[in-house]
């Protein structure tokens, strides 16, 4: 089976999430497009943080990207990370945590909703 390739962008000028559009490599350029304005945009890989999907979808089919805040039935968060080329969960608050991915929500993200890794 193979996974869609696709990524979102955390905009950090605008500070938004952004879908991408297309990805220059060569010139280091990434073409985003804002859902508010129905317009597309450029900007430089130094002004965005580039989020791949994991190809996984939570409990209500939303796509789940690197830097997610999924939420467990025990209403824990737990951060998508790319590790060695393996997208895995981690809990910040409780050490060396790894959790398999089943029945998760997606609760936010990592730059949209950081004040959820703040809450215990």
Do not use: C, H
């Amino acid at each position: 089976m193979n996974r869609e390739i696709k990524f979102m962008a955390w905009d950090t000028i605008d500070e938004k999430m952004r879908n991408v559009e297309f990805i220059d490599f060569k010139d280091q350029l990434v073409k985003l497009f804002n859902d508010y304005t129905k317009e597309s945009y450029f900007r430089r890989f130094e002004e965005i943080k580039l989020l791949q999907y994991t190809g996984l979808k939570d409990k209500n089919s939303v796509d789940i990207y690197e830097g997610d805040l999924l939420e467990d039935k025990e209403k824990l968060l737990w951060e998508v990370e790319l590790q060695d080329e393996t997208f895995i969960m981690t809990n910040a608050f409780i050490p060396g945590s790894q959790y398999i991915y089943k029945g998760l929500l997606k609760a936010g993200n990592i730059y949209e909703n950081s004040g959820l890794l703040k809450e215990v």
